[in-house]
């Protein structure tokens, strides 16, 4: 049977196993499903074949459907479907033993199994819907079958797996394999020999779920702003209950096509092969994996403190540092709630919790922290002075190789590098707040930093499981310093006569997560004013510009964390109540900018906002701080809660024609 697994066809007694092999994932392309395809028909002539056992190599079932030929037309064949229907007619019984991953079109070849036997790793499931697509190879058709409406809505609508257990329970496979996977599935074919074949698009689903798609149709974002895939996928599973097979299939195909020729999916589709464009070295390589085993983060506070949670969750030991005990304590109380939180929620058990927090020490001594560890980032406070001290003595302590790393939001990385005597070690890794949530991480390369640096930095974030865009030295890197623009263009749209609310709805409806007010009261708005009178003070503001949040700083609204900033808070609360004393501040604003103030339509605020922030991003790209458009991309949609759906602000620009770039190829 070991054998069995390097070739594509071997048999044991009566049951023939064929395996799926195309290394890493076994996509599913037409190549592969023609091999396999192959096997098949020699499995069904052998009369002496009574049954066929379908499992991946590679450890893996398969990944799914290969991406690269979605949208290619003439459609490439033989197709995933033409397999499926191959299987459909199949006179013999076909078992799939699963293992590994096995998403979306990999899952819908095992669901056109008559048998599924899964490995206790097995992870299950439909990503579909993250790409804005749904599974269009049967998969709306056949899981509501196997495990009931509701179960399949959850599955397919969240795009998120479920492991061999839980689809054990689900009803999505048949049999968790105590033992050898390969061998419990040939024993299960051998059983089914001359059986009749048992297809789940043979069933039929009894009850009512009307109640069950209204409530799944009320919660998915609305067609037009991103849910349009979600809609489409509610009508698949609610014609698996109401109609026959065959139509319910057809339907199904009708709805992929409409969804893959639709601007949501091909925004999302884009987003996926930029984040993988963007986790590449600049000569197009993979960087290794990292082997990241200890670190020290410098500075516990806000960022420090998720930071040693990031590390801690990928099984890091982590040395958190801070310059006394009460500060490391209350560290320690945050990092513990935050876990706490997540237990409370289900997203880790309390065994995780307590392993993850034993992870990180706690200490005042650099030395004690930094001498002999893989990987130290730094997150004192944003000052030159304190960043470059903290530099010079991790100079003098770290072991040589250790990799040193500045999560500086907008300071010269060069600057910092240069007090060391190894600046080619030295890299930006700026994380996003909350760092133990937030997925993207920029890494911003210095003039020194080496090509090997930069290599382990991007392993890192894989290990850490964020999304890595590299970014070159500039003040505010890609994110921060687009984001300056949009965020002085708000400002002027109060001054000319809207309000924070209402420009944060306009920015809230286009999709966005947030609007910009309520993010900065979210992010403390002294943290901008620090910055703005550090370049007030280098280079003075040239031209009108406006002073409506240096006016709320000096009042001391810094946001949510004094329960007032451009909004007011409610104690403890942390929904923004619009507040007279800020319509106060602005129209004053205004009249000493000498501006009358108007009624600014949502689709003005928006064309504001975003037009200054998409030119930013060209002169980025043009300066080589970012290297490609899908990187600007990326970073706003994992560090911004820019939608998917559109893309990212490059894509969106293009899509609209406020920006033709003929070097992007739309997928
Ligand atoms: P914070 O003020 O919450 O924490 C800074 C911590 O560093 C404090 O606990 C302080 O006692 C400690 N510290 C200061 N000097 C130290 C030294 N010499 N040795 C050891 N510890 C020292 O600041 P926050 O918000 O965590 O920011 C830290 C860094 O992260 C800054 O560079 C900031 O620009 C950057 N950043 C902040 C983001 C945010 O949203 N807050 C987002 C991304 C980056």
Known sequence: LLEARSMPIALHDRVAVVTIDNPPV???GPALISSTLGSLNVAAADPFVGAIVLIGAN???????DMKTFGVIPRPRPSLRDLIVWMESSQKPIVAAIEGNTMGGGLEVALACDYRVAA???RLGFPEIKRGLLPGAGGTQRAPRLIGPQAALEMILSGDPVDGARAAKLGLVDLVAAGDLLETAVTVADTLIDKPRTRASAITIHGDFFETFATARAEAAPQARGGLAQHRAIDCIEDAVALPFAQGDAREMD?????????????RIYLFFAERAAAKLPDGSVSRPSS???AAVIGSGTMGGGIAMACANAG??????DVDDELLQRARGAIS???GSGVRKGKLTQTEMDERLARIARTTSLEEAASSVDLVIEAVFEEMDVKQDVFRRLDRIAASGTLLASNTSTLDIDAIAAVTARPQDVVGLHFFSPANVMQLLEIVRGTKTSQETLARALSVAKQLKKIPVIAGNCDGFIGNRMLAPYLREAELLLEEGATPHQVDDAIREFGMAMGPFATMDLAGLDVGWRIRKRRYAERPPTGHHPKIADTLCEMGRFGQKTNAGYYRYEPGSRIPIPDLAVEEVIERASREAGTKRRTITPDEIVMRCFAPLVREGEAILAEGIAQRPGDIDVVYVYGYGWPAWRGGPLRWAESIGLRINPDTVPV
């Open 120 to 122: 206790r790793n097995a």
């Open 292 to 294: 990241v085993k200890t």
């Open 337 to 339: 709630a935050s876990y």
């Open 59 to 65: 450890g893996t079932f398969s990944g799914g459907a």
């Open 255 to 267: 709805r992929f096509v409409e969804l893959l020729n639709s601007e949501q999916a091909k925004a």
């Open 26 to 28: 076994n996509a599913l």
């Open 316 to 321: 890091i030991d982590v040395n958190l540092v």
